[in-house]
């Protein structure tokens, strides 16, 4: 049949045509279907800003088709459209056995094959499948409402209260799990309201849902999964005599490594003994595990049950005190002195603070700077050179390492083909993605290049990205000649290393030298320029210019980017090429809505960066580009060195906007250069540092912990800076998750945390929901002699009344 002839009407009809053709007719048309699909299914700009596929229906014609014709196994099946679960039965009714479940396999995790898969599999037309793909399916399925309430869809689904209890003793992920389809859908639509109401009617039992809800809880699922089934289990309102059954299962709830689950069994045997139904020993042999745990309101509740446990029954008064004791070294206060009263001894004497100072630095003027401190580690053999780019293409986040293989990879031509060759896999998958980030595509083009494999080489580029291209390029034809090659950690340059080079090649390229002028250390500038008199060439009066040397009159970008080097915190390059530098550069920051509503943190500084009209490295200017290149990695760490303030400014901002756990790890170009080679942090680095303290995302708050660390250790971090920092981030702050991070620091160095919190507290709101933790904590330093709090907070503590936890640590704080 002509492929015209084929492809035409609706997806079932192709398909029909399709299956009507022999299996040898079939395997002919593989080669032509496939390429009508990748040429009809290509991304294209359809007009103007406007994109999709070149041909939908067709490819989706093509697809249907391909669906009868392709191999079970043919990769290209998990890219295949497909226009409806009725398509795919008839596809699966066409194969053997042994195919349909291959396909079935690949294709379980797709939107509208589930349900056809799962009829098949009801209907013995294919083996039963369980895989975490076929389980997610469901919550697919529950998503689809139509107009109809969970617990009357899963009544009519055939099977689905039978499957029920597969899929509720597992854990799931992402958004298939209970917890998180719960979370954001109406009551009627919940499982949980559904599982109500169906054991309400006795068609799903209740006993074996309550008992496999504590058996869950057993398990220790992550804690935002395991709180659905602890809130399942109270949604039950357990009778006496169920509460009693369980008292067993409650108890040992209580040594959970998950803080709320051990709330939930505390308050659960709670429960059982205020109707008088407990087994006093069991519950005594497993709250200690709760007295000492995490959770001040969790342990003072277990307390509280052992002392009316050993009140009524002196009997076991050994066994209660045991559950005292191991609140003896509980982290709140009020816990260990509700122990220590009741065990009747004096609590030890918390460990005494040794005296150290804590001076708020400041930086030095720009040329007084020492920034050339650990050289870079440049691979200048062909085996170095390939290790480094294959964890380049891993990890491409790795600035000093990208600046020094390309270094490196100068020094040894012509000596990496065999050398790159277990690489080239690799470089070849990453070089054909057509929307790559551009550090990883040009990492691979650079190898696939060295290895001798025709390349196209980087288009031309202005901004930020523009000597990256320029070194890549160079390198690939054979012309480099990097007189801008970074010399130390942190991309900078040693200015004498650079006029060395300047002198062996005075014509070297505009971007090369460029490159070099904004890469320039303070240090050894004087050196450099009595070096510099014996230059010639192009560039010899900007490169003496940069240096200190006299004004030149050129304006062009070789000229601005000298204006750049010699006066790094000026504002406006060019201002700065007549001689008018303007005043330094101040920043200053605040939490405010964008114009959709959402809280982003702004970091701005004064007066702005003025963008000239130049491809120079500075930051971005307007100008169309067309040329799609993807997201830079590495972001501007590859760039100037001067522009170190502006990245962490932007860092921060973008931390604090997208604070996720899983994400681009942005923190990793402006945190580890304090790690690395610490130096003090201006405004910028500062709230960049508060900002990781206090979001959620762990990989970021690691990071802040241990840069807070370092700087302090090396009295480089300003204690009351950070306090202020903080501020800034006021109720937006979460004091529960701040705490334990300020703890980790406070442990090596207390007295600065003490002084961090004292300029912090006063910018909170007294009714700041979980301030006590901030309060608990300085008190704890206080009472260890940490030092004393300012008259301000001691005002500012006047605000806490009552007898609430914050108002107690306030009282404990202001003694």
Request: with cysteine; glycine share 6%; charged share 25%.
């Amino acid at each position: 049949m002509h492929l015209d002839a084929l492809l035409t009407g609706q997806p079932s009809e192709v398909l029909t045509r399709t299956l009507e053709l022999s299996r040898a007719e079939r395997k002919t048309l593989i080669p032509e279907l496939t390429a009508v699909f990748k040429d009809s299914s290509e991304f294209i700009e359809i007009e103007p800003n406007t994109y999709g596929a070149r041909n939908p229906l067709k490819g989706q014609r093509a697809a249907t088709a391909l669906w009868a014709v392709l191999p079970a196994g043919d990769p290209l099946l998990r890219r295949l459209w497909l226009a409806s679960p009725t398509i795919l039965e008839r596809v699966l009714q066409d194969r053997s056995l042994a195919e349909r479940k291959t396909i079935a396999l690949r294709m379980i995790g797709h939107q509208t094959a589930w349900e056809a898969i799962r009829r098949m599999i009801l209907d013995g037309d294919l083996e039963p499948i369980r895989t975490p793909d076929y389980y997610s399916g469901w919550f697919r399925w529950a998503g689809r409402f139509g107009g109809k309430s969970l617990a009357e869809r899963l009544r009519t689904e055939p099977e689905a209260l039978t499957e029920l209890w597969e899929l509720l003793a597992l854990e799931g992920n992402g958004d298939a799990s209970f917890a998180a389809f719960d979370k954001y859908v109406r009551d009627e639509d919940k499982w949980s309201t559904a599982l109500l109401e169906l054991t309400t009617t006795g068609e799903v039992d209740r006993t074996r849902l309550l008992d496999l809800t504590l058996e869950i809880l057993a398990r220790d699922f992550a804690a935002f999964r395991a709180q659905w089934y602890a809130a399942l289990h109270e949604t039950f309102a357990p009778t006496p005599d169920e509460r009693a059954a369980a008292q067993t299962r409650y108890a040992r709830l209580c040594g959970s490594g998950l803080p709320r689950t051990v709330s939930f069994a505390v308050k659960a045997l709670s429960l059982v003994d205020k109707q008088g139904t407990l087994d006093d020993e069991v519950a005594l042999q497993h709250l200690p595990a709760a007295a000492a745990g995490r959770g001040a309101a969790t342990a003072k509740l277990a307390l509280k049950l052992a002392g009316r446990i050993a009140d009524r029954r002196p009997e076991l008064t050994d066994l209660a005190h045991e559950v005292f004791e191991a609140a003896l070294t509980h982290e709140a206060s009020d816990v260990r002195t509700i122990a220590t009263a009741r065990l009747g001894v004096t609590p030890d004497a918390p460990d005494v603070v040794e005296a150290a100072e804590y001076p708020e630095p400041t930086r030095q003027p720009w040329d007084q700077r020492k920034t050339l401190t650990i050289p870079l580690d440049i691979p200048d053999t062909p085996a170095a050179v390939a290790e480094a780019l294959s964890s380049l293409l891993a990890d491409p986040d790795q600035a000093d390492l990208l600046l020094a293989v390309l270094d490196g990879t100068h020094r040894v031509p012509g000596q990496l083909q065999e050398a790159l060759k277990p690489l080239l896999k690799r470089a070849t998958k990453i070089a054909g993605e057509k929307y790559a980030a551009a550090v990883p595509k040009l990492v691979a083009t650079l190898i696939l290049g060295l290895s001798g494999r025709d390349v196209a080489h980087p288009p031309q580029v202005d901004g930020w990205r523009r000597p990256l291209h320029h070194r890549v390029t160079a390198l690939l034809e054979g012309t480099a000649r990097p007189v801008s090659a970074a010399t130390h950690q942190g991309g900078w340059l040693d200015p004498v290393a650079f006029v060395s080079r300047m002198l062996e090649h005075p014509e070297a390229p505009e971007d090369d030298v460029v490159d070099a002028l904004l890469r320039l250390a303070p240090d050894t500038r004087t050196e450099a320029l009595s070096l510099a008199a014996a230059l010639t060439g192009p560039h010899a009066g900007t490169i003496r210019y940069a240096l200190g040397g006299p004004a030149i009159e050129d304006t062009g970008w070789t000229a601005l980017a000298a204006a750049r080097a010699r006066y790094p915190e000026s504002a406006d390059p060019a201002a700065a090429l007549r001689g008018e530098p303007g005043p330094p550069i101040t920043w200053t920051a605040k939490v405010a809505p964008n114009e959709y509503g959402l809280a982003t943190l702004d970091i701005e500084q004064a007066p702005e960066t003025v963008s000239p009209n130049a491809p120079w490295l500075g930051a971005r200017f307007e100008r169309p580009d067309h040329r799609w290149l993807g997201f830079t990695e590495c972001h501007e760490a590859v760039s100037s060195p001067y522009d170190r303030d502006r990245l962490e400014a932007l860092v921060a901002g973008n931390l604090f906007f997208n604070d996720l756990d899983a994400g681009y790890p942005v923190e990793k170009a402006a945190l580890l250069p304090f790690l690395d080679s610490p130096s003090i942090p201006g405004y910028p680095g500062t709230m960049l540092i508060a900002t990781t303290l206090v979001l959620k995302r762990p990989a970021s708050a690691q990071l802040g912990t241990d840069a807070a660390l370092t700087l302090l250790d090396r009295r480089m971090l300003g204690p009351r800076a950070l306090g202020e920092a903080l501020g800034v981030l006021g109720p937006h702050l979460v004091p529960t998750r701040l705490a334990p991070r300020l703890s980790i620091i406070a442990n090596e160095h207390p007295i600065a945390i003490l002084s961090t919190l004292d300029a912090l507290l006063p910018k909170l709101e007294p009714a700041h929901r979980g301030v006590f933790a901030l309060l608990e904590l300085a008190a704890d330093l206080v009472e260890r002699g940490a030092g004393t709090i300012s008259a301000e907070t001691k005002a500012w503590l006047a605000g806490f009344k009552g007898s609430s936890k914050a108002a107690k640590a306030a009282s404990r704080l202001g003694r």
